[in-house]
Nanobody
Framework: EVQLVESGGGLVQPGGSLRLSCVASGFTFDDYAIGWFRQAPGKEREGVSWISSSDGSDSSTYYGDSVKGRFTISSDNAKNTAYLQMNSLKPEDTAVYYC?????????????????WGQGTQVTVSS
């Protein structure tokens, strides 16, 4: 059974940091690109970042303009886990964050390109 399980969300003050984790099982992690997406109430799902399907030290990464310079995506293939380090958080970053897996080397920020999805983790940025 394919599973993606996110964790690490929570309530944080503006300017704070959170690290999200996405643990994958049921498929060959090395063969999939991993993407992070978010969805705020009343808004469409937005692509945040993706990491290519290679060893963590040689991976390619990509970020949406709204998070570039503040968020960092990484992966640990030995642990079948992807991470999203979020720094300098803003209230507009508040959303449910999802990780997703796309077969192949490269990711995209288009949600319909991804076959597998986690259940999401809530991130709330508020004072």
């Amino acid at each position: 059974e394919v599973q993606l399980v996110e964790s690490g969300g929570g309530l944080v003050q503006p300017g704070g940091s959170l690290r999200l984790s996405c643990v994958a099982s049921g498929f060959t992690f090395d063969d999939y690109a991993i993407g992070w997406f978010r969805q705020a109430p009343g808004k469409e799902r937005e692509g945040v970042s993706w990491i290519s399907s290679s060893d963590g030290s040689d991976s390619s990464t990509y970020y949406g303009d709204s998070v570039k310079g503040r968020f960092t995506i990484s992966s640990d293939n030995a642990k079948n886990t992807a991470y999203l380090q979020m720094n300098s958080l803003k209230p507009e970053d508040t959303a449910v964050y999802y990780c997703a897996a796309r077969r192949g080397a490269w990711g995209t920020l288009l949600p319909w390109e991804y076959a597998y999805w986690g259940q999401g983790t809530q991130v709330t940025v508020s004072s």
